[in-house]
């Protein structure tokens, strides 16, 4: 789940493998699968992030490869 703040300055929590859309109308307006509609003050590239550590966390995104220096 992730925490997103409407408008008026509370927290919702969405199931990130529910978003199917994020619009700037000039707010975010984030629509679930279900058609529900979310009017949140983050912007699509922060909610964007949130989605990819959840996704990190269960397994449905790898891990950034780090540049150890080594190169070839």
Same mark, same amino acid.
Do not use: C, F, Q
């Given at each position: 789940?992730?925490? @997103? &703040?409407?408008?008026?300055?509370? +927290? =919702?929590?969405?199931? !990130?493998?529910? $978003?199917?859309?994020?619009?700037?109308?000039?707010?975010?307006?984030?629509? @679930? &699968?279900?058609?529900?509609?979310? +009017? =949140?003050?983050?912007? !699509?590239?922060? $909610?964007?992030?949130?989605?990819?550590?959840?996704?990190?966390?269960?397994? @449905?995104?790898?891990?950034?490869?780090?540049?150890?220096?080594?190169?070839?």
């Amino acid at each position: 789940m992730i925490a @997103l &703040t409407r408008l008026n300055g509370t +927290v =919702v929590w969405l199931n !990130p493998l529910h $978003i199917e859309l994020v619009e700037v109308t000039p707010d975010s307006v984030v629509t @679930l &699968t279900n058609g529900h509609k979310y +009017v =949140v003050l983050e912007d !699509p590239e922060t $909610i964007a992030s949130k989605m990819i550590e959840v996704y990190r966390r269960i397994g @449905l995104v790898a891990a950034p490869v780090r540049d150890e220096g080594g190169g070839a």
